[in-house]
């Protein structure tokens, strides 16, 4: 099988998140978007005596940090190897269908997209992972808010951004 | 010059492994077992394609349901389990503040990020994992986000996010019955995820790679 199915993947989700929580995995949340400040912080050397948000995330953008770089590796080796998906590649397909062909305009709207993205999660306090599976797994009002939030402005902005029309 | 920019990544790799020794003493799992969670979250987001564009931006124009699907099951089912471990002494609450005005102006930027870019924090580098170059550029952006948020977290978005109005949970708003109301939001949301309707699209990019008894859109 080359796809799980959805139900599959909410399942083991499900396991990895308990596994997370639990103080015989690592007692806290699964979360990542923290890692991106923590990381701007290395990659531009940013003294964290002179940033107090770089002193607060500390300890969990590091966390989140080491999470990523298994993200990359167990992403790298299942498309490899299982989804047989690995390819380069500078714009989806779907892109190609409800947007446009231009290369430059989908590398310009990720670049733009991706920085408000983190300045919205760390705005919002987190992100996917963080807030909508963790925080709504543990029933808190604040991810309820933050879910609701997310999905009408997603669905609004696919409906204006594409042009969702069959062609 | 020549050493200037060998110094410069020595830096860089004393503060990578600064990073493996804050997660070594901070007490939340070993560096393996961190390790091994992220090659877990990699690989589940990876083997169910919930990181691609057609499923991401797909949502967003409501043509493609796999993610909110799997994203409410793993919600209804963690839930539930979840507040008995806590119960138990198994597990620990980590709940985050309800600040409104940052999670309505951050929530807000979010989803239209999330919608252009057929990504999220999560699923983004597993799709860089798999060569999408597009992506990573992205992350680049997404960097620089987090070097702006923190040059000027004190200055202007601190005071943004407003105060927070404390840190609640569902169960909490209806003392006594907290044990109904967790299994009823479990069982809610277990069954919107099952209610959703399935609509998928597929990236044909992906599929001719596949023989015809792999592929999921012939099942």
Redesign the interface.
Same mark, same amino acid.
């Given at each position: 099988m080359s796809r799980l199915p959805w139900w599959v993947g909410g399942i083991l989700m499900s396991g990895l998140l308990i596994l997370t929580f639990s103080i015989f995995g690592a007692d806290r949340p699964l979360g990542a978007s923290t890692y991106v400040p923590y990381f701007a912080g290395l990659v531009f050397d940013l003294d964290p005596a002179k940033y107090k948000y770089l002193q607060d995330i500390k300890n969990p953008g590091s966390w989140e940090g080491v999470l990523l770089l298994g993200a990359l590796f167990g992403g790298f080796i299942t498309s490899m190897f299982i989804t047989k998906s690995f390819r380069f590649s500078l714009i989806p397909s779907g892109w190609k269908k409800y947007k446009n062909n231009s290369i430059l305009s989908r590398l310009l709207w990720s670049f733009v997209a991706g920085f408000f993205m983190i300045i919205g999660a760390r705005l919002a306090g987190g992100c996917t992972s963080g807030h909508f599976m963790s925080g709504m797994s543990q029933m808190a009002i604040s991810s309820m808010i933050f879910g609701t939030v997310v999905m009408i402005s997603l669905v609004v902005t696919g409906k204006l951004f594409y042009n969702t029309e069959e062609k | 010059m020549h050493t200037q920019i060998i110094t410069e990544s020595e830096? *860089?790799a004393s503060?990578?492994v600064?990073?493996?020794e804050? /997660?070594i003493h901070?007490?939340?799992?070993s560096?393996a077992? /961190?390790?091994?969670?992220?090659?877990?979250?990699?690989?589940?987001?990876?083997?169910?394609?919930?990181?691609?564009?057609?499923k991401i931006?797909?949502?967003?124009?409501?043509?493609d349901t796999?993610v909110?699907?799997?994203?409410?099951?793993?919600?209804g089912?963690?839930?539930i389990?979840?507040?008995f471990?806590i119960e138990a002494?198994?597990?620990?609450?980590?709940?985050?503040? /309800?600040?409104?005005q940052?999670?309505?102006?951050?929530?807000?930027?979010?989803?239209?990020?999330?919608?252009?870019?057929?990504k999220?924090?999560?699923?983004?580098?597993?799709?860089?994992?798999?060569?999408?170059?597009? /992506?990573l550029?992205?992350?680049?952006?997404?960097? *620089?986000?987090?070097? %702006?948020?923190?040059?000027y977290?004190?200055d202007f978005?601190k005071p943004?996010?407003g105060e927070s109005a404390g840190?609640?949970?569902?169960?909490e708003l209806f003392p006594g019955n907290e044990h109904l109301? %967790?299994l009823i939001?479990g069982v809610v949301?277990t069954l919107i995820?099952i209610l959703i309707p399935?609509i998928e699209?597929f990236?044909?990019?992906?599929l001719s790679?596949?023989t015809d008894e792999?592929r999921?859109d012939k099942v």
């Open positions: - | 830096n *860089f503060r990578i600064q990073m493996f804050n /997660v901070q007490g939340h799992g560096l077992l /961190v390790f091994l969670i992220g090659i877990i979250f990699g690989g589940i987001i990876q083997y169910t394609r919930v990181d691609k564009f057609e931006a797909g949502f967003s124009m409501l043509k796999i909110p699907k799997m994203l409410f099951l793993a919600v089912i963690t839930s389990a979840l507040y471990m002494g198994w597990a620990h609450y980590h709940i985050k503040p /309800v600040i409104w940052g999670l309505i102006i951050g929530g807000t930027l979010f989803g239209i990020s999330m919608a252009i870019m057929g999220c924090p999560g699923t983004g580098p597993v799709s860089i994992a798999e060569g999408r170059i597009d /992506v550029i992205g992350a680049i952006g997404g960097l *620089f986000g987090g070097l %702006v948020f923190t040059l977290y004190e978005f943004l996010m840190k609640l949970i569902l169960p109301v %967790v939001f949301i995820a399935k699209m990236d044909e990019a992906d790679q596949l792999e999921p």
